[in-house]
């Protein structure tokens, strides 16, 4: 035994000081936001209504999976390869994340709307070779406001945690609203809750993108863009943030406003049955759900039941087996008409989500 230990020593050291010295790294480096800070929209060039005058309003809310998870990839961690994982798979190939975000472009240049809700916008990360993809955004829409609230800043996520030469990296990511008016008020709010150190110091701190529009006949239009917490498996970190969603919403609602707030809830809507999207599916443990009481009467739940917006993502996509839900919709306050809900299904190509279309009436 101590002949044994002799030999194993020094890689058990050299192992201990690394791991050492990631947590002591990410320690450091942990960035902890708090509170709600105001925002400052980026203006287009030319000009932007500041006053919405038509009742008659459009939506897309989507996650573009910061431009590495189109239909040709998968997410490593999401096969449970923490430590390992194949060789130069802890991100897509450069050429599939330039494919995916021109893709991207594309689908909001083609797609009509007035506010354009999506997450998972990187600015400066490694897991999308430093792409810029706020502006690669504008430039499909250069004449909207844009804003964007960071989500995600880490200096180095290492995983998988065994491979330091090819780790997930430095991380600059958040949400990003489009519109075709100026806002009047912008901010990031943070959200409750947080994994246990040292969880924590490599996961999204979450926050949701309020917004505040005026209409011509004084009523305000409060848009809210969220994208709440996944790999929580008691589900406890997501009711803290519903029910401080639900507090936030209702004071807006209270005080005479419009309210509509669009994401992805990484939970399924009231009255979703999982099994319409996967009939072949004979056992599994259904996704976390909203429950039906959640919000009072006359607030409504819009999602498309019919189309998937979400993939499993632990393998490429394939449309005979891979896993599908709805988690990304939106929630209506009572003085709001639902027009038309529609998820607009592209098979996954640009991205593990897809686009969610809302056309809404604002009662006057």
């Not at 998870?69 to 897509?92: H, K, V």
């Not at 599939?96 to 600015?123: C, K």
């Not at 709010?189 to 490599?202: A, D, H, S, V, Y």
């Not at 589900?235 to 936030?248: A, C, I």
Request: some cysteine; aromatic content about 14%; proline content about 6%.
């Amino acid at each position: 035994m101590h002949t044994i230990w002799r030999v194993l020593r020094y890689p058990v050291f050299l192992v201990l000081i690394y791991l050492g010295g990631v947590l002591i790294y990410g320690t450091l480096t942990d960035w902890r936001p708090e509170g709600t800070v105001t925002l400052s929209p980026i203006e287009p060039s030319g000009a932007t209504p500041a006053v919405i005058e038509d009742s008659l309003l459009t939506f897309v809310t989507w996650n573009v999976g910061y431009g590495g998870l189109g239909s040709e990839d998968y997410f490593f961690y999401n096969r449970g390869d923490f430590f390992w994982t194949d060789l130069g798979r802890a991100r897509s190939p450069q050429e599939n994340v330039d494919r995916y975000v021109a893709g991207q472009r594309l689908t909001l240049a083609n797609t009509l709307s007035d506010f354009f809700l999506l997450q998972e916008i990187d600015t400066a990360s490694r897991r999308s070779y430093f792409t810029n993809q706020l502006d690669t955004a504008r430039l499909a829409r250069p004449d909207y406001a844009a804003t964007y609230a960071p989500n995600f800043q880490s200096e180095r996520v290492p995983i998988p945690l065994f491979q330091p030469w090819d780790h997930y990296g430095r991380v600059r990511s958040g949400l990003v609203t489009m519109s075709r008016y100026l806002p009047s008020i912008s901010e990031r709010i943070q959200l409750p809750g947080e994994f246990g150190w040292p969880t924590r110091l490599f996961q999204l701190d979450r926050c949701a993108l309020r917004q505040v529009f005026q209409t011509s006949w004084d009523v305000p239009l409060v848009i809210y863009n969220v994208h709440l917490s996944a790999y929580d498996s008691d589900g406890s970190l997501r009711r803290q943030q519903m029910n401080f969603l639900r507090e936030r919403v209702l004071e807006d609602y209270a005080a005479g406003s419009y309210v509509i707030v669009g994401g992805d809830w990484n939970q399924v809507p009231p009255g979703f049955n999982w099994f319409s999207l996967n009939p072949t599916v004979e056992e599994t443990i259904l996704p976390a759900a909203v429950a039906f009481d959640f919000m009072p009467e006359g607030w409504a739940w819009a999602y498309d039941p019919a189309v998937a917006t979400v993939r499993k993502s632990d393998e490429a996509y394939n449309a005979h087996r891979s896993e599908r839900s709805v988690i990304d919709y939106y929630l209506t306050s009572p003085n709001v008409r639902l027009r038309q809900i529609k998820a607009i299904n592209q098979d996954f190509r640009f991205s593990d989500h897809q686009p969610v279309y809302l056309s809404a009436e604002l009662l006057r």
